[in-house]
């Protein structure tokens, strides 16, 4: 059976520094793309970037360009988003997603991020 | 790179039929058969309903129907249900370095 397993809900403060992680399970790793997406509350869903487990070919979405790293350690089948500055703007549910050739075909459970003085 | 435009919300009564619409460009909806739709309840997670235009994956009810004609996109919902009450996302693989766009997303209520 094919997963996304997410890390846990997070509370920061602006300023800090956050890394959250998406492992899969079930499948050949390294030939799927795994993309992040974000979701602000009461808001649509937005494509941040995706990465290639097989070369760690990365890819961001231009609003989201410079403001967060998306890496990848195939070794242990996981994918990572992370910000080296939070804003209370970063706020929202980040979803991990598997690209089966050209849709979303898997979804991680989703990873709540706060960001609050 | 703009996100693909869908009507903010649709409604309709039990028994009904709607349709969801999404326009993009000659960069994505128009240039490939790789539009995809996805069924999102309140605090879950979006669920696959249709790919590469028509094709339903396993499970998912046939009175949810995909088509295209140029660079709009449409989902029809068939036979409304209360349980398909959720918002609706459209997606489509894009000529972009980034591979992939989401539409704005549909609130579909049913009366």
């Known amino acids: 059976e094919v997963q996304l397993v997410q890390s846990g809900a997070e509370v920061k403060k602006p300023g800090e520094s956050l890394r959250i992680s998406c492992k899969g399970s079930?499948?050949?790793?390294?030939?799927?793309?795994i993309g992040w997406v974000r979701q602000k509350p009461g808001k649509g869903l937005e494509w941040m970037g995706v990465?290639?487990?097989?070369?760690?070919?990365?890819r961001y979405s231009p609003s989201f360009q410079g403001q967060v790293v998306i890496s990848v350690d195939k070794s242990v089948n996981t994918a990572a988003l992370q910000w080296s500055s939070l804003k209370a703007s970063d706020t929202a549910i980040y979803y991990c997603?598997?690209?089966?050739?050209?849709?979303?075909?898997?979804w991680g459970q989703g990873t709540l991020v706060t960001v609050s003085s | 790179q703009s996100a693909l435009t869908q009507p903010a919300s649709v409604s309709g009564s039990p028994g009904q039929s709607i349709t969801i619409s999404c326009t993009g460009t000659?960069?994505?909806?128009?240039?490939?058969?790789?539009v995809s739709w996805y069924q999102q309840h309140p605090g879950k997670a979006p669920k696959l309903i249709i790919y590469?235009?028509?094709h339903r994956p396993s499970g998912v009810s046939n009175r949810f129907s995909g088509s295209k004609s140029g660079n709009t996109a449409s989902l029809a919902i068939s036979g409304l249900q209360s349980e398909d009450e959720a918002d609706y996302y459209c997606?489509?693989?894009?000529?972009?370095?980034?591979?992939?766009?989401f539409g704005t997303g549909t609130n579909v209520a049913v009366l």
């Open positions: 000659s960069s994505d909806v128009g240039r490939y058969e790789y």
């Open positions: 997606g489509s693989y894009t000529i972009n370095t980034t591979l992939f766009v």
């Open positions: 079930g499948y050949n790793f390294g030939i799927y793309w």
């Open positions: 590469e235009v028509t």
């Open positions: 997603a598997r690209l089966r050739d050209h849709e979303i075909d898997y």
């Open positions: 990465i290639y487990p097989g070369d760690s070919d990365t």
